[in-house]
């Protein structure tokens, strides 16, 4: 097989997981992160440092980027050391941070035009699927570009969806998104419910997760609420980043989306109270103050 060289930027709570799944199964790559230490354990795993993501790209074949918010992913794109203006012809670049539709759709004509590929590939699954290997991942850009990508995309994905042109893969993620926040807000207040009748809690979790209540969030993330443990798979900013970038979506379409708003309003609300570095599952404070 022909392995190309890999390349990967941010390795935080999903990056670090989804770069060691790449590096075991592909032996040669790449990292940068702004902050080195955090690259530790991918390092002493076998990976090579890089100073920037500009050096980065251009000594890789295809590279995965997965950071914070829009504005990063404008920095690393399009900043005089990104991957635009330093990555070699032919590079294959995957976004997987979950960004704004238009922004992916500018980077992709902007590498083009510099003879680069990219893909706006946003990923669910949080911090357990990144280290189980099980992501679900969205991807939009050229189709033969994603069946290049697709390989490298299975080391650390199990559910990987082409959807169309540039974009394609953000306004999938949108989609997500919408379908978990008003999920959250019935997950939490089941389980308010729940124990104001006097219920055990984990029982009333395995009977309800298996009928027609299931859900990811229900069986991954209302466990996670009863034991008290906040860490964040997914932070709180990132999900009222991305429920703002939804509902201003919805705006240009003249779409209103109420439950979306609601949860919005609730997670500002929690962050507000201190919990912005926390999981998306202590959402349950707002209940149990």
Known sequence: MNTLKAGFIGTGVMGKSMALHLLQKYENLSVYTRTKEKAGELLKAGATWSDSPGELASKVDILFSIVGYPHDVSEIYFGENGILHNGSEGLIAVDMTTSKPALAQEIFKTAKLNGIHTLDAPVSGGDTGARNGTLSIMVGGDEGVYEKAL????????????????????????????????????????????????????????????????????????????????????????FIKDMGIALEEADTMGLALPGLSLAKELYEELSSAGAADDGTQALIKIWNE
């Open 151 to 238: 390989p490298y995309m299975k080391a650390f994905g199990s559910n990987i969806r082409y959807h169309g042109e540039a974009g394609s893969g953000q306004h999938t993620k949108m989609a997500n998104q919408i379908a978990i926040a008003s999920n959250m807000i019935g997950v939490c207040e089941a389980l308010v419910y729940a124990r104001k009748a006097g219920l055990d809690l984990e029982a009333v979790l395995k009977t309800i997760s298996g009928g027609a209540a299931g859900s990811w969030s229900l069986s991954n993330l209302a466990p996670r609420m009863v034991a008290c443990d906040f860490e964040p798979g997914f932070y709180v900013k990132h």
